[in-house]
């Protein structure tokens, strides 16, 4: 049998002692904090030694996970403090150790990178994503060359346009194939990862299927899957409703460099809660508005749902429909008001400065009395003309061509100063 064989079997659920002949988990609070152990049902080898903290995290998984299977075949009882039901305690713990699942998924998928670098550097650039990465690897392996045979695998979980990348860049990589020591590490921290992401998903579900009567506000207003996906990533129905309204669009959001400009519909934040049903129900041009405006009732049906107040979820319901008719109203088109006139006409002169300034300046461009004689000619003689630039000029009263100071060519002090300096 090969390790990856191993590997796949470590993954077979097998009934603890104590469950097989109680029905129920034995919940033991007390840890080993000297040495971590691991259970048998989960993934073991070189990987865990290397990264401690997922094999810390693994050996509080298990026990995790069956407990969600034991609560998930007993019926749900919602009487008196919900804070002391036991199984509101699982949520809490779940949603936390759920958030613990993600840090541990970037490690191991840093890990996969190192490892996997000197076969196919190409590839961390080229997939971001640490789940699809890690099925990548998987498919890969040592047969770079040959991934245009894999492409139907790659494409199950692959956009069509990341393939075709994928496969101009396996033709030109210059990378090493791995020994079978390195094979078999890169393979088993790909299996661990994706145990983690099957058990993160096998967590929400189940925070999903109960939210509607721990936190029936945020449920009835979102729906339970994107709740659970917050709290998830909040910490809890705690962290929730602590939370900046304006940080829950960007939680659960992803970056891929190859998708940009490829349908891009500009905005950023499309994390969880873009992803709901509510938003997916807005058209395009008013989904930023959306965001903002679900975010902020979000954070308050879980303060709702924090003093545990309108268990029956009518608040999420209102709190829906007030959404729901802000964007209806943003979605109306303008009223049309009609063509507005013109304002009458003011014919009321605009009021001047006075003083020495304001006439010295109006003196500048005022009619000269040469001016005014020469508009003027005299009873029963002739005018006297005169010629300029080939035109007749009349100097009507004006003997001769006299000459007016007022138009004269006007020099600032300065100016002034500065021509007596250079003569």
Request: hydrophobic share 35%.
């Amino acid at each position: 049998m090969s390790l990856a064989d191993e590997l796949l079997a470590d993954f077979s659920p097998s009934p603890s002692p104590s469950q097989s002949r109680s029905g129920s988990p034995e919940i033991n609070d007390e840890e080993d904090k000297g040495h971590v152990q691991v259970d048998e049902n989960v993934p073991k080898g070189q990987v865990l030694f290397e990264l401690e903290s997922t094999a810390r995290l693994l050996s509080h998984l298990t026990p995790l996970l069956e407990k969600i299977v034991y609560f998930q075949g007993q019926p749900s009882i919602a009487e008196g403090n919900i804070e002391d039901n036991p199984e509101y305690k699982l949520l809490v713990d779940a949603n936390t150790l759920a958030v613990e699942i993600v840090t541990e998924i970037v490690n191991v998928h840093k890990y996969i990178k190192e490892k996997y670098y000197p076969r196919f550097p190409e590839l961390e650039s080229l997939i971001l994503n640490p789940v699809d990465y890690s099925k990548a690897v998987e498919i890969i392996a040592n047969d770079v060359k040959s991934v245009t045979l894999k492409s139907k695998a790659l494409s199950e979980f692959l956009q069509a346009a990341t393939v075709m990348v994928i496969t101009v860049s396996s033709s030109t990589s210059s990378g090493r194939d791995l020994s079978a020591t390195e094979l078999g590490l890169v393979q088993e921290s790909c299996h661990i990862l994706l145990y983690l992401d099957s058990a993160r998903h096998q967590i929400t579900s189940y925070v999903a299927a109960k939210l509607s009567l721990f936190a029936p506000n945020v449920a009835a207003l979102i729906g339970p899957e994107t709740a659970a996906q917050l709290f998830s990533i909040a910490g809890g129905l705690t962290g929730l409703s602590k939370m900046p309204s304006c940080n829950i669009p960007s939680m659960g959001s992803k970056r891929d460099t190859l998708t940009i400009g490829l349908g891009h519909t500009g905005i950023r934040q499309q994390g969880f809660l873009y992803h709901s049903p509510l938003i997916q129900s807005v058209p395009m041009d008013l989904r930023k508005n959306a965001l903002r405006i679900l975010a902020g009732k979000v954070v308050l049906a879980a303060r709702i749902d924090r003093v545990h107040q309108s268990v029956d979820g009518s608040e999420g319901r209102r709190l829906e429909q007030e959404v729901l008719e802000k964007l209806e109203k943003l979605g109306e088109p303008p009223t049309n008001k009609g063509a507005k006139a013109l304002p009458v006409p003011d014919d009321k002169l605009s009021k001047k400065r006075g003083g020495r300034r304001a006439r010295k300046y109006k003196e500048r461009f005022a009619m000269t009395d040469l001016r005014k004689a020469q508009n003027r000619i005299r009873f029963g003689e002739n005018e006297d003309n005169g010629e300029s630039l080939d035109e007749s000029i009349g100097y009507g009263r004006v003997r001769g061509p006299g000459i007016s100071s007022a138009s004269d060519a006007r020099l600032s002090k300065g100016m002034q100063q500065r021509l007596k300096n250079l003569n």
